[in-house]
């Protein structure tokens, strides 16, 4: 059994990657592994080489696994499907050229709800036909991403999207066969949601197929979400602060994840301003170092 630890290109403030503030990706893996990282994800598609010789030819003089890609795409916008596919298709290639395992998908921020991230009781719920498409469209991906392609394919919950909130996870996971989706739980994301991320591992742990490690920083969100600040600004405001210093218990969900036997991978991503005052390295190097001090070597 091994728990390993990774990192993300959105630590280096990396959402998109036709942003004109992202830095080279070369210089992301660099970082990442001078940080004493041993994985990282792929990051946005078109992010990091597309050609499977030349990132594997990167990622192997850095001794960098590649852990993971992720489709963080408008699933709630049936108008913008091919765009989505498009996305889907791509990063399962690049997955599959690679020899990595896992896929990610993520419901990305809607207009309808990014001014209710943190606020459950006010978030716009989607009508039983909206949900229904909705939720096939992430079948059809996972089926895709798992037949035709080999991936473990996971869902992953986030502010501000439709898969937000743990009463729409729940949902959303007792309506997909739960061999074809697996869980990708934010810890950072779930506090920012209001939901406890330890008592939802404790339920759903055998569904878990990979993990992000987020910390939140208490004072923070509650600001943000009174100030129904928009979830980028609330980024470049240090609501996801270093690892250790926010409300998630890292050292019990070591513990959960010893006692269950979890073999795979836990990724650190922290949310940044691509063009912000933080230094990536220096926090991706501090969390590294912190969840070393607890027993994740």
Same mark, same amino acid.
């Given at each position: 059994m091994? +728990?390993?630890?990774g990192? !993300?290109?959105?630590?280096?403030g990396?959402?998109f990657?036709?942003?004109?503030?992202?830095?080279?990706?070369?210089?992301v893996?660099? %970082?990442?592994r001078?940080?004493?990282?041993r994985? +990282?994800?792929?990051g946005?598609?078109g992010?990091?080489?597309e050609?499977?010789a030349?990132?594997?030819?990167?990622l192997?003089? *850095?001794?960098?696994?590649?852990?993971?890609? @992720?489709?963080f795409?408008p699933?709630?916008?049936g108008?913008?499907?091919?765009e989505?596919?498009?996305?889907?298709?791509?990063?399962c290639?690049s #997955?599959?050229?690679?020899?990595t395992?896992?896929?990610?998908?993520?419901?990305? +921020?809607?207009?309808?709800?990014?001014?209710?991230?943190?606020?459950?009781?006010?978030? %716009?719920?989607?009508?039983?036909a909206?949900?229904?498409s909705?939720?096939?469209?992430?079948?059809? &991906?996972?089926?895709?991403?798992?037949e035709?392609y080999g $991936?473990? @394919?996971?869902?992953h919950p986030?502010?501000?999207?439709?898969?937000?909130? %743990?009463?729409?996870? %729940?949902?959303?996971?007792?309506d997909?066969?739960?061999n074809?989706?697996?869980i990708?739980?934010d810890?950072?994301?779930?506090?920012?949601?209001?939901?406890?991320?330890m008592a939802? $591992?404790?339920?759903? &742990?055998?569904?878990?197929? /990979?993990?992000?490690f987020?910390?939140?920083d208490?004072?923070? *969100?509650?600001r @943000?979400v009174? !100030?129904?600040?928009?979830? /980028?600004?609330?980024?470049?405001?240090?609501?996801?602060?270093? #690892?250790?210093?926010?409300?998630?218990?890292?050292?019990?969900?070591?513990?959960l994840?010893?006692?269950s036997? /979890?073999?795979?991978?836990?990724?650190?991503?922290?949310?940044?301003?691509?063009?912000?005052p933080?230094?990536? &390295?220096?926090?991706a190097g501090?969390?590294?170092? /912190?969840?070393?001090? &607890?027993?994740?070597?």
């Open positions: 091994t +728990i390993a630890i990192n !993300a290109p959105c630590s280096w990396v959402e990657s036709d942003d004109p503030r992202n830095p080279p990706w070369a210089r893996l660099d %970082e990442c001078d940080a004493g990282y994985g +990282i994800e792929l946005p598609i992010f990091m080489p050609d499977a030349e990132l594997g030819e990167a192997a003089e *850095r001794s960098l696994t590649l852990t993971a890609g @992720v489709v795409r699933f709630h916008d108008s913008k499907w091919s989505v596919k498009d996305a889907a298709i791509r990063t290639r #997955l599959k050229a690679n020899g395992r896992h896929l990610v998908l993520i419901d990305s +921020i809607s207009p309808r709800r990014m001014s209710t991230a943190g606020r459950a009781a006010e978030a %716009e719920q989607m009508s039983a909206e949900w229904k909705f939720a096939a469209r992430f079948v059809e &991906i996972a089926k895709m991403g798992s035709d $991936l473990t @394919v996971s869902i986030h502010a501000g999207g439709f898969v937000d909130f %743990e009463p729409e996870v %729940e949902r959303l996971l007792s997909v066969d739960p074809l989706l697996k990708c739980l810890t950072g994301h779930s506090h920012y949601a209001g939901f406890d991320p939802f $591992l404790k339920r759903h &742990i055998r569904r878990v197929a /990979y993990l992000h987020k910390d939140i208490p004072l923070v *969100r509650a @943000v009174a !100030a129904r600040t928009g979830f /980028y600004e609330a980024c470049a405001q240090g609501v996801f602060c270093n #690892l250790g210093r926010g409300m998630t218990d890292f050292a019990a969900i070591r513990r994840l010893l006692d036997g /979890y073999d795979g991978w836990c990724t650190v991503e922290q949310d940044c301003d691509p063009a912000g933080t230094s990536p &390295i220096a926090d501090a969390n590294r170092a /912190y969840l070393a001090s &607890i027993g994740f070597n």
